[in-house]
């Protein structure tokens, strides 16, 4: 172990250089945001990376939503095992720039020694990860390997979902590192063991063939997004704000390791006086119980909005939701539920933008008993097991075209990572130690068989 630590320590200055070219790269998966061009140059970057990290026939493939994802392999030495490293070089985008204390495309390190930029933790970071403990390891790796690195994990349009789903036989894996999470703090090695499933809507009211002057017509006529308002706000109970969707359980609670409630506050940024939503445990809100959020809204916006009564408007709305849940029903539930919630007649149409199952691992096999033992050797203490709020439709693929593989998550991304919002950053350490524990990992696991 030495040895290695040694190898990733000093190849850092490489990490830090790999991630700052990756970041640099606008790699957002949505053309009428980005060029299309740019997330195919970082895939190419990510194809040159892991070819001469010392994979095989590494190669981009076309997936069914357009997107490409980079695929390799090194074989397995006679009688060993063969585990795939998953990733993706798709960022989401930037969102409101003049929320960042740093240009967003720039890797730049903080006063706190963090490398903050888009995707420096999600997911470009587990690719520097993956590279760092490849390059560590170099021709003595002791298993067979498999790579794929998606292409569109952040719009959810499912491109990889179905290639894996059409060519199963190019990911048989013993075992999979599905490396799109992280720790529970900084310096805790952990396993994601169980990912919320989700249900997107846009949901539209109409109340008037048009909008028609407020003082004319405000009263009797009907506010379509008022009535709006009201149909989102049944979604949450008016007293504590939990989630309340007519037909699903939301009284679940979590079995695992907690999420201390100051440590949440802190971690989620919620301003000093404002009350956490819902009831029970952290833990349970997150993982074990459904969370709707209203993600977006279209209306009049305040700066140039006329004195009309809205004639139409329409939410997104994402509803997360825990194993034990079908991902359809909950579709339906809410449909359901934002239906019959519609004040004043008001015309209800529901579209669907996406649905994901949710998924638990099973930790009873070798993979984590030999990734238990690279966590002590790294951090000093037992493997901790989390759930994630966030969900990644392609584990379910995997589970079933790989059923006999063992699914681990894992990776550099931790709460303070702020992933998905601005001002995102890694720890450089995670991303050192995380290498430690893939190149432990592959080679425990060796031990195995």
């Not at 002057?213 to 949450?236: C, E, K, N, V, Y």
Request: proline letters at 7%; one cysteine or more; aromatic letters at 6%.
């Amino acid at each position: 172990m030495s040895e290695l630590t040694a190898r990733i320590s000093a190849s850092m200055y490489r990490a830090r250089r790999d991630l700052a070219e990756l970041v640099a790269v606008p790699s957002v998966a949505d053309p009428r945001q980005y060029p299309p061009a740019e997330c195919r140059r970082a895939a190419q970057w990510v194809a040159d990376a892991v070819a001469e990290a010392g994979l095989h026939d590494v190669h981009l493939v076309e997936t069914p939503d357009g997107s490409h994802a980079v695929l390799g392999h090194r074989p397995a030495p006679p009688g060993a095992p063969t585990v795939l490293l998953y990733c993706h070089y798709d960022v989401q985008p930037p969102l409101d720039e003049a929320a960042w204390r740093t240009p967003p495309f720039t890797l730049t390190e903080g006063d706190d020694g963090r490398w903050y930029g888009r995707g420096t933790a999600d997911c470009k970071g587990n690719i520097v990860m993956h590279l760092t403990a490849l390059r560590a390891l170099g021709d003595d790796v002791p298993v067979g390997l498999k790579f794929v690195a998606e292409g569109s994990e952040e719009q959810g349009t499912g491109g990889l979902e179905a290639y894996v789903s059409q060519h199963p036989e190019l990911f048989q894996a013993d075992a999979l590192l599905v490396c799109d999470t992280g720790n529970a703090e900084v310096g805790t090695g952990t396993a994601t063991i169980t990912l919320r499933g989700l249900a997107d809507l846009v949901v539209t009211v109409e109340t008037l063939k048009g909008e028609v002057h407020s003082g004319m017509f405000g009263g009797p006529a009907p506010d379509a997004l008022a009535a709006l308002i009201q149909m989102l706000s049944t979604l949450r109970d008016p007293a504590t704000g939990a989630t309340r969707v007519d037909g699903l359980d939301c009284e679940g609670t979590w079995q695992g390791v907690d999420y201390d409630e100051a440590a949440f506050r802190a971690d989620a940024g919620v301003l000093d006086g404002v009350r956490l939503t819902g009831t029970g445990t952290v833990a349970d809100r997150l993982w074990a119980r459904p969370a709707v959020t209203v993600l977006g809204i279209d209306c009049p916006p305040v700066v140039g909005s006329a004195a009309a009564v809205p004639a139409t408007a329409r939410a997104r709305v994402s509803l997360r939701i825990p194993p034990g849940t079908d991902a359809n029903a909950a579709r339906e539930a809410l449909t359901r539920h934002l239906t019959q919630a519609a004040p004043w007649g008001a015309r209800v149409s529901v579209e669907t933008q996406g649905t994901g199952s949710p998924f638990r691992a099973a930790t009873d096999g070798p993979a984590y008993t030999a990734l238990d033992r690279a966590m002590r050797q790294v951090y000093g203490k037992p493997l901790a097991f989390l759930g994630q709020g966030g969900s990644i439709p392609l584990c379910n693929v995997f589970a079933a075209a790989c059923p006999r593989a063992e699914i681990i998550l894992m990776g550099v991304e931790e709460p303070r990572c702020l992933i998905h919002a601005p001002n995102e950053s890694v720890d450089p350490t995670e991303i050192e130690h995380m290498a430690q524990v893939e190149a432990l990992f592959l080679t425990e696991f060796a031990k195995t068989r």
